[in-house]
């Protein structure tokens, strides 16, 4: 099996500190099995592959919708969220063909731009067959939503269908609510009834003051559904306060997903990034879907969190688009550092600035394994 010696100006495991010149070999299949701290003094060798940026982990999407990707564009920005919701509603309707197209082409972008396993929120089972061909490791949340009690037992039906379908194809799948605002009392005990104590769950979360407006004690339900899973992976966050990322950070199995180009796509609004890193270590990073960020780019929802806090480490902004995602979505038993044993794909980072530590706004990703 064929071993290839891979070294750059550092190395970002997300596993320890940046080795600077550190090497990590890589077997023919992507397993890494060994990683080398050279110090800095990496001798010139025919075998070793150099590259003149940093190498990361792959990256690990936490949130985002591929069956909307056919809505690249369709809705204008800044019109804030209860606008978003109705015009998805309204356009989301197209052909499977046509949807089919835009969820390959979303796959092969994502792909392209470093992303190794994603946690995909669907209504549809029209993503399966994508999702089974792809290199990506995708955790499918059968999203379920709807306020009239009279539709709660249809809805669910709809969401373990798509259950059914990704399982019948080997994918990781878990009904999951939409949001607290958005299920009526029947179909959240429902909901209730599928989560297990393994269970990973996704919750959209306190993404606008109009959300906040449609539902009471956001604190208290969020701690109620982290009781009865593995994970719960709250998204979005752009409103949540100090007080309410304490009483659910609390729970100890809370997770924090940051889509900051969706949310300033939307209403315009960054989330709290700097608050909740005073508060929780567990923040990870979506991208959210096309018909509210221009690109489904991890680097780039990286890039803004930079922006926006400038006090963040490029080494902690890492950590959170690689292995913080893998644990929040329970695999990082293979993804999201790199450490012998694992897979998690190796990506170039270039250009980057080597002085300053910090991810340059030119900044791309190039995949090497």
Known sequence: MTVRRISAQYLFTSAGR???RGIVTVAGDGTVTGVEDTGGSLRESASTEFYNGVIIPGFVNCHSHLELSHMRGLIPAGGGLSDFIVSVRDRREASDDE???AVRAADIEMRSGGVVACGDISNSPVTAVTKSKSPIRYITFAEVFGLDPAV????????????????????QAQVTPHSL??????????????????SVISLHFLESDDERKMAQGHADAA???SRLASRLLLVHNTVITREEALKVASAGNTWFCLCPSSN?????????????RELTGKIA????????????????????LQEAVPGIPAEELIRWG????????KCDDILGSIEPGKRPGLLLVEPFDLQNMRLLPESRVRRLV
């Not at 690689?322 to 979505?329: E, K, Q, R, S, Y």
């Open 181 to 198: 605002y958005s299920v009526s009392a029947p179909l959240s005990e429902m909901i209730r009834e599928q989560i297990s104590p393994d």
């Open 99 to 101: 949807i089919m197209a």
């Open 223 to 225: 701690l109620g559904l």
């Open 264 to 276: 300033m796509y939307i209403s315009g609004k960054m989330p709290p990034a700097a608050m909740l």
């Open 18 to 20: 940046p080795l600077r």
């Open 322 to 329: 690689t292995i913080n995602g893998a644990m929040a979505l």
């Open 285 to 304: 990073v979506g991208t959210d879907s096309l018909a509210s960020t221009c690109r489904l780019s991890m680097i780039s929802e990286l890039l803004l």
């Open 152 to 171: 709660a037992e249809v809805r669910m039906r709809g969401a373990l269908e798509v259950c059914e379908e990704m399982r019948r194809r080997s994918l």
